[in-house]
């Protein structure tokens, strides 16, 4: 049997966005797998509930998202770049019994965000567009005009935040929108205006919509959301509902006007829980259905009513699992886990049942559906069989161990296929980010750790103090700027654990980890020469300037309670960089050129100290790349990034007869490898991916 390689990430298929139909026989969800290099396919696919294999629902062209059916069910509803010769997608709708997608806007900014009026008539989305795309006309239809916005030149800046993602507001803001569906010539109305964001558009009737607006004070500078009402029948916004603190207000409205949204404290807030509060506009009376549990929402599900609109379904980590819980609406009981094991990334409620996608520990994810109550589920599909009926694949073990301060932090170990515990194997430390997150078995990670334990290391990662799913105690314990010290105690006290073993080789351990994982990367090595290794990607090195060119800057002011003009020493002296004289592990560095979460100068005053103090080092910098690259960049980014990890590690390993990486340039990685390359790379054991080459023709 194979093991698991780099490139097959581009077998690998991704499911994404569960929908379940109105008549609750149907889950639509989103099958998306690498089409070439540089891009994705994703297309709309359809299964059964009784049984029966999925099939395709949505043409293989572009990149569709978002499936909705209709109230009734007649129809589903997508966003799609389908036909586009650029990346805006467009809102579609198709017939469900058969028939061809009808291409409802042609806008500007894109369409993000749908929602279905309860009657079906219409269609409420956001899109992101200018004054003067407003003032155009632009933002409701471009009458088949191929516009393609300039690149400003210069780029004139007055947002305090003005670049995210991968990209530049360039006075873009978002804005609601509602597609009528009646006919052909149905228009396309905005709600909303002014230079302000406005967020999930929700529905509460046919004629009502509830939305999101940052407009208090200055946007960028707090988490105040209000939650408007706006009346279509009046055409105009009717007041503001509430207000709430958070980075997205997370809205479900149910059909008798009482609002549920998302609250974070905006008092430290990137230290608190978010926990879901219930407002009854008629009375004026707020619940908090999630207070008697201590964990926080996590992002990855809508807040949703059940059939009956009395309890709330929502989504947390939990302990190294991502589950879905109900809680009634008027808080009186304690929430209970519907769906507990696993790694759930996106689910919805229908009329007598949850669809989920769940990842574990033997496969990346796939579709599965439980009744209300959670007491049955049933796996739907096998997305990736083929795949994994060809691939060892490894069972992680779970371990609970003592960080020298008293407390409890879980972990998980991961053997190689071909395990021998008679056999001595070199160690690989995986370090998550955030810090405020909580990684699990599976979830984005699985085809990292299981690449890692095929190419024959023990595999070691955790959730140190300052992760989510332990309660906010455990989430808060970095506060006061301790970013490093805790982490730190908890990781290599997981690390002395894991060496004792007698098949794991305590002189040849590795580290690696990304975002906050590449500040304790970094980090572990200013502070010990323990690792023979390290890889540390997209990492936050030097705090003043990560504040002054980050769009978190919040992150500093909550978790360090200070700024650099109150207190520069002191987050110099919380920064890996000024360690970076104390580091003698081979390091090396990733990165993305449009890393605008974690700006690339960071990396690159790390690099210059590294290479004047002598270390081993060399930076690897993404092109077209953002924060998010090893989740979602181009795939052959995707593939060259695990490579580089790999073949850094092996290089320096007294188990892998591999050359280091600094001496063979780019030998052995897939994009640049011959027929020469594949036969070394067979000799030296460098990628293990020579026979998958061969097979893909060299991708």
């Not at 049942?353 to 990346?364: C, G, I, L, Q, T």
Request: hydrophobic share 30%; glycine share 10%.
């Amino acid at each position: 049997m194979e093991t698991v390689r780099a490139c097959d990430y581009h077998d690998i298929v991704q499911v994404e966005a569960p929908r379940v139909s109105p008549d609750g026989e149907r889950v639509a969800f989103v099958r998306k797998v690498p089409a070439a290099d540089d891009e994705y396919e994703a297309a709309i696919h359809v299964v059964p509930v009784g049984g029966g294999s999925p099939r395709q629902f949505t043409v293989s062209e572009g990149v569709d998202s978002q499936p909705r059916w209709s109230p009734s069910g007649d129809r589903l509803a997508f966003v799609s770049t389908r036909g586009a010769d650029d990346d805006r997608p467009q809102l579609w709708v198709m017939p469900t019994d058969g028939g061809e997608a009808r291409q409802v806007t042609d806008v500007v900014g894109g369409v993000s965000q749908i929602a279905w009026s309860p009657d079906g008539n219409r269609i409420a989305f956001v899109q992101q567009v200018t004054a003067e795309d407003r003032e155009e006309g632009r933002d409701t239809g471009l009458d088949g005009e191929d516009f393609e916005p300039e690149e400003p030149d210069p780029r004139v800046i007055d947002r305090m935040v003005y670049r995210a993602g991968e990209r530049y507001f360039d006075g873009k803001r978002s804005h609601v929108y509602v597609a009528g569906l009646q006919g052909e010539d149905d228009e396309i109305r905005r709600l909303t205006d002014g230079d302000y964001d406005h967020v999930e558009p929700e529905w509460t009737d046919e004629t009502t919509l509830y939305y999101g607006a940052r407009r208090t004070g200055d946007p960028d500078d707090n988490i105040v959301i209000d939650v408007a009402e706006y009346d279509l029948d009046a055409d105009e916004e009717t007041g503001t509902v509430t207000q709430t603190t958070g980075w997205t207000p997370m809205l479900a409205a149910a059909s008798d006007g009482r609002l549920a949204y998302a609250y974070t404290p905006e008092e430290n807030a990137t230290l608190r829980q978010t926990e879901i509060e219930v407002l009854d506009p008629e009375t004026g009376e707020v619940t908090t259905p999630t207070e008697s549990l201590d964990r926080t929402l996590a992002m990855g599900m809508a807040v949703q009513w059940g059939p009956d609109e009395e309890s709330l379904y929502f989504l947390t980590p939990d302990e190294g699992d991502y589950a879905v819980w109900r809680a009634p609406a008027d808080a009186s009981a304690d929430p209970e886990r519907v769906v507990g094991e696993g790694h759930v990334g996106d689910a919805t409620v229908g009329e007598d049942k949850v669809a989920f996608v769940r990842s574990e520990w033997d496969h990346p994810g796939d579709v599965f559906v439980s009744t209300l109550g959670g007491a049955e589920s049933r796996r739907l599909t096998r997305i990736n069989s083929d795949y994994l009926d060809e691939r060892a694949v490894s069972r992680p073990e779970e371990i609970r161990f003592e960080n020298g301060s008293g407390g409890e932090i879980q972990g998980w170990v991961l053997t190689p296929p071909d395990f021998d515990s008679d056999e001595e194997y070199p160690l690989a430390v995986e370090i998550h980010g955030g810090p405020h997150a909580m990684w699990s078995t599976s979830g984005t990670m699985w085809h990292e750790f299981q690449l890692l334990a095929a190419r024959g290391y023990v595999v070691f990662w955790s959730n140190p103090r300052g992760s989510t799913g332990y309660g906010e105690e455990f989430m808060a314990a970095l506060e006061g700027g301790q970013w490093g010290p805790p982490a730190y105690e908890d990781v290599m006290a997981g690390v002395d654990e894991v060496a004792e073993r007698d098949y794991v080789d305590e002189d040849n351990m590795f580290v690696t980890g990304g975002s906050y994982g590449g500040y304790m990367t970094t980090w572990i090595v200013g502070h010990t020469d323990r690792f023979s290794g390290a890889v540390s990607q997209r990492g936050v090195y030097e705090l003043n300037s990560f504040y002054g060119s980050t769009d978190a800057f919040k992150l500093i002011e909550w978790d360090f309670d200070t700024t650099p003009s109150e207190d520069a020493e002191f987050l110099w002296e919380q920064s890996p960089t000024a360690y970076a004289d104390e580091v003698d592990t081979p390091t090396l560095l990733v990165h993305a050129d449009d890393d605008f979460r974690v700006p690339v100068n960071n990396a690159e005053m790390l690099y210059l100290l590294y290479k004047k103090n002598g270390v081993e080092t060399r930076l690897v910098r993404y092109p077209r790349e953002g924060h998010e690259l090893s989740r979602s960049g181009e795939p052959a980014h995707v593939v060259d990034r695990l490579e580089r990890i790999v073949r850094w590690f092996d290089g320096y390993s007294d188990h892998h007869d591999a050359p280091r990486a600094l001496e063979r340039g780019d030998e052995g990685l897939s994009a640049s490898e011959t027929e020469d390359d594949d036969a070394e790379d067979g000799e030296d054991g460098e990628d293990g991916d020579a026979n998958r080459d061969e097979e893909t023709g060299g991708e």
